[in-house]
T-cell receptor, first 112, second 114 residues
Framework: ELKVEQNPLFLSMQEGKNYTIYCNYS?????LYWYRQDPGKSLESLFV?????AVKQEGRLMASLDTKARLSTLHITAAVHDLSATYFC????????????FGQGTRLTINP | EPEVTQTPSHQVTQMGQEVILRCVPI?????FYWYRQILGQKVEFLVS????????KSEIFDDQFSVERPDGSNFTLKIRSTKLEDSAMYFC????????????FGQGTRLTVV
């Protein structure tokens, strides 16, 4: 059974600092997503990572995927308050499977 | 930009009542999904639907749940006899196909069972 674990689950940081959120998964996958969720809102797609070594960047966020280590990272550079949200990674287990298995989420709070 | 829309945004129902949550997926998408998120917890897969039938379902999706695509545009989730523990945010999602394409999520329906 595919399991997805994120750490940390809670992260409080100051503006201007850098930090990384980690997402580990238990079985083979070639497709991983990062989503952002604001309180009471839906899931906003940030990145889709489809292959080993994939790296994508958007603004202050950069995501990478290592399928051999079954690890994805979401790196935040020079954090700003607007990035405060909960971030989820989600994995599709095997080719042809359709369901996303989500991590527990990382609640990120960025303080001025 | 095309989006998945869900109605209602918030539904309050009494325990034991039936509820129907409605979704309009993106028009050229072929795969449809329901997920739920209990307050403060992770998002959990319920069911996927393709070609007018369920293609995969989770353990959560028991006999009290059903899905339907009654016409060419709507996709519904019915909960026959709601329990307190069904209180959650329910998200509909759709994707163009099942592999290598992204699922887009609706804004969610918050279901409160009292």
């Amino acid at each position: 059974e595919l399991k997805v674990e994120q750490n940390p689950l809670f992260l409080s940081m100051q503006e201007g600092k850098n930090y990384t959120i980690y997402c580990n998964y238990s079985t083979t996958s070639d497709r991983l997503y990062w989503y952002r969720q604001d309180p009471g809102k839906s899931l906003e797609s940030l990145f889709v990572l489809l292959s080993n070594g994939a790296v994508k960047q958007e603004g202050r966020l950069m995501a990478s995927l290592d399928t051999k280590a079954r690890l994805s990272t979401l790196h935040i550079t020079a954090a700003v308050h607007d990035l405060s949200a909960t971030y989820f990674c989600a994995v599709v287990g095997i080719q042809g499977a359709q369901k996303l298995v989500f991590g527990q989420g990382t609640r990120l709070t960025i303080n001025p | 930009e095309p989006e998945v829309t869900q109605t209602p945004s918030h539904q309050v129902t009494q325990m034991g009542q039936e509820v129907i949550l409605r979704c309009v997926p993106i028009s050229n998408h072929l795969y449809f999904y329901w997920y739920r998120q209990i307050l403060g917890q992770k998002v959990e897969f319920l069911v996927s639907f393709y070609n007018n039938e369920i293609s995969e379902k989770s353990e959560i999706f028991d006999d009290q749940f059903s899905v339907e695509r009654p016409d060419g545009s709507n996709f519904t989730l019915k909960i026959r006899s709601t329990k307190l523990e069904d209180s959650a945010m329910y998200f509909c999602a759709s994707s163009q196909d099942s592999w290598n394409t992204e699922a887009f999520f609706g804004q969610g329906t918050r279901l409160t069972v009292v």
